[in-house]
Structure formats: C-alpha cells, structure tokens
C-alpha cells in the first residue's frame, strides 16, 4: 500500500464547477501536508499548506482531518487555468524533510 | 532570480550506458534533494543532503544510484549501467537550512528526461 493515496482521475469539468479532490496517508507520525500543482511535463510548485484548521486562498480551501488522516482540496469556479495534476504530499520531518508524494489527481476543465 | 537547474534537460542512453545528471540549487540552500518521477506517478524520493553530507540515501533503488555533493552546491546524481527501468524523470529541489519546528519549501528544478532504450 502506497504511503499516500488519491485518487489518479481525471477529473473533467466545466468552467465554473467546484470540484473536491481527496487523499489519504497512512503514516501517524507525518507532520505537514501540501497540496502540489504540476503542470504537463513541468516541475511540481507548491499550491498550498494544509492545516487542521483548513485554510484558504482565494478559490482554494484545503483541509485535514488528522484522526482519519485524510486529506482534501477544494476548487471553487474552476477555470481553465486550473488543468494541472494536484499532488497530495505528506512531509515527515525530522532528519530528512523528504517529501511523499501521492500519484496525483488529473483535473481538465473544459470550456 | 534564478531558481533551480538542472542538466541535461532530456538524456537518451542505450541499456548498459552511465549517465550523469547535474543539479545546481538556489544559491545559499543547505538541503538539496534527488526525487525520480515515473510516467504517471508522483516524484519519489531518492536521497538527501545537507551541505556536502549525504543524510538520507533510503530511495536509492539499487547500488547502480550514486549521488554525490562535494562541496555542498552543486550534486550530481550518477547511474551506472542503466537499465530500462530507470526511464524516468530526475526532479533536483533545494530549501533553506532545516528548522524542525517548521517546512521550508523546497523549490524543484525543471528535472531531467531520461530515456533508456
């Protein structure tokens, strides 16, 4: 079973839609949790941090849930822009700071 | 400002070939990281270190991996006798000194293609 886990997609939608992407960890220790945008053939850029208390920016709002360990991000009045792979990542810090990432969720919004 | 690097930005070898893949990180960031991304899989970590010290070389996938960073800069990662299954791309990303009471961001390079025919 993969330390992180979502759901690979895609996910097509229509201009406008919200849309919920989930993930789930499986390691209790791990202690930070992002969201990663990659674009097609592009390098992985940090989208946002994740926090128990959710937090938002803009048409964005991510959350955790630590006692199910999961994971989730929401995109609201998507835009065509917002076709990317998200990657769900999961930091265990201690020595090494390395990053674990999901296999990513496909998001295509059509026109 | 100038970001991450990485070179070549596509590498084609024929099986049994050595390769070499060079990072240069964000000027002044201690920790620089080697992750391997697979076709349609997320980056997968390979190793880890800070300044010139190798800390973590847990995801390499066999002794064929070398990495090294002599002077605490610039790393290379280096697979011998490569195999078909090493096709993939080679993400580099770099970060400030690690603070354990918080995330430094890493910011990834532009990777490197790898193909092993």
């Known amino acids: 079973r993969k330390e992180v886990e979502q759901d690979p997609g895609p996910f097509n939608v229509p201009e406008g839609a919200t849309v919920a992407f989930n993930c789930t960890y499986s390691n209790s220790a791990s202690q930070s949790f992002f969201w990663y945008r990659q674009d097609c053939r592009k390098e992985p850029k940090l989208l946002m941090s994740v926090y128990s208390s959710g937090n938002e920016d803009g048409r964005f709002t991510a959350q955790l849930n630590r006692a199910s360990q999961y994971i989730s991000l929401l995109i609201r009045d998507s835009k065509l822009s917002d076709s990317a792979t998200y990657l769900c990542v999961v930091n265990s810090m201690g020595n090494t700071d390395k990053l674990i990432f999901g296999t990513g969720t496909r998001l295509q919004v059509f026109p | 400002g100038a970001g991450v690097s990485q070179s070549p930005r596509y590498k084609v070898a024929k099986r049994g070939q050595d390769v070499a893949l060079r990072c240069d990180p964000i000027s002044g960031h201690v920790s620089l990281f080697w992750y391997q991304q697979a076709l349609g899989q997320g980056p997968e970590f390979l190793t880890y270190f800070q300044n010139e010290a190798q800390l973590d070389k847990s995801g390499l996938p066999s002794d064929r991996f070398f990495a090294e960073r002599p002077e605490g800069s610039v790393s290379t990662l280096k697979i011998q006798r490569t195999q078909q299954e090493d096709s993939a791309v080679y993400l580099c990303?770099?970060?400030?000194?690690?603070?354990?009471?918080?995330?430094?961001?890493?910011?990834f390079g532009p990777g490197t293609r790898l193909t092993v025919l």
């Open positions: 990303a770099s970060s400030g000194h690690p603070n354990f009471s918080s995330y430094n961001e890493q910011f």
